[in-house]
């Protein structure tokens, strides 16, 4: 099983980033999808969730109208866009799978929003 995440970096505020997880060695259509943050000092908060189907997503009220999670089912990844990014969003982000007390992380991936 791997989750590979991709596409952090360093954005200015008001920047834009999109994540991607690429999930492998399990069946991805039936995980419910999820994006955790890590900030230094904090513990790892979820972020945005999908459903298994892609039907039902779930946001934290702090990047409502701001991130957008999708997920491709021919292409076994999970997306996290990030608009209108804030210092407040500087954190390791983390891609998690769940199903049936199966639970999957990925390493992470740095995002850094500075000027």
């Known amino acids: 099983v791997q989750l590979v995440e991709s596409g952090g970096g360093l954005v200015h505020p008001g920047g834009s980033l999109r994540l991607s997880c690429a999930a492998s060695?399990?069946?991805?259509?039936?995980?419910?999808m999820r994006w955790y943050r890590q900030a230094p000092g904090k513990e790892r908060v979820p972020v945005a969730r999908?459903?298994?189907?892609?039907?039902?997503?779930y946001y934290v009220d702090s990047v409502k109208g701001r991130f957008a999670i999708s997920r491709d089912k021919a292409k076994n990844t999970v997306y996290l866009q990030m608009n209108s990014l804030k210092p407040d969003d500087t954190a390791m982000y983390y891609c998690?799978?769940?199903?049936?007390?199966?639970?999957?992380w990925g390493q992470g991936t740095q995002v850094t929003v500075s000027s």
């Open positions: 060695g399990f069946t991805f259509s039936t995980y419910t």
């Open positions: 999908i459903s298994s189907l892609g039907d039902t997503t």
């Open positions: 998690n799978a769940w199903w049936n007390n199966n639970d999957y």
